[in-house]
């Protein structure tokens, strides 16, 4: 059974930096995407990063240049760095991991990140 866990959320002050970590386990093959979505209250769930196992990644407009995707898709693991951060950023951050890019995503349950003065 596959499980993706992600941990690393919390309370920052805006302007300040924290790194997200995703873990995915359960499958017998690597996983072939991974990436972070985010839903604020009262928003839709947007794509913020993605990264693909042979490291090309992408970024919403909104984070490019703050935020950072890598991963080590040995240990199907995945990290968000993410600098200079903004009120605007707030919101539960979930990982998904997909063992083929047009294939199922399996989710995380979420990480909650508040930017907050």
């Known amino acids: 059974q596959v499980q993706v866990v992600e941990s690393g959320g919390g309370l920052v002050q805006p302007g300040g930096s924290l790194r997200l970590s995703c873990a995915a386990s359960?499958?017998?093959?690597?996983?072939?995407?991974m990436g972070w979505y985010r839903q604020a209250p009262g928003n839709q769930r947007e794509l913020v990063a993605e990264?693909?196992?042979?490291?090309?990644?992408s970024y919403a407009d909104s984070v490019k240049g703050r935020f950072f995707i890598s991963g080590d898709g040995g240990n199907n693991t995945m990290f968000l760095q993410m600098r200079r951060l903004k009120p605007e950023d707030t919101a539960v951050y979930y990982c998904?991991?997909?063992?083929?890019?047009?294939?199922?995503?399996?989710w995380g349950k979420g990480t909650l990140v508040t930017v907050s003065s």
């Open positions: 359960g499958s017998l093959f690597s996983f072939n995407v």
């Open positions: 990264i693909t196992s042979g490291g090309r990644s």
């Open positions: 998904y991991a997909k063992l083929d890019p047009h294939g199922t995503a399996y």
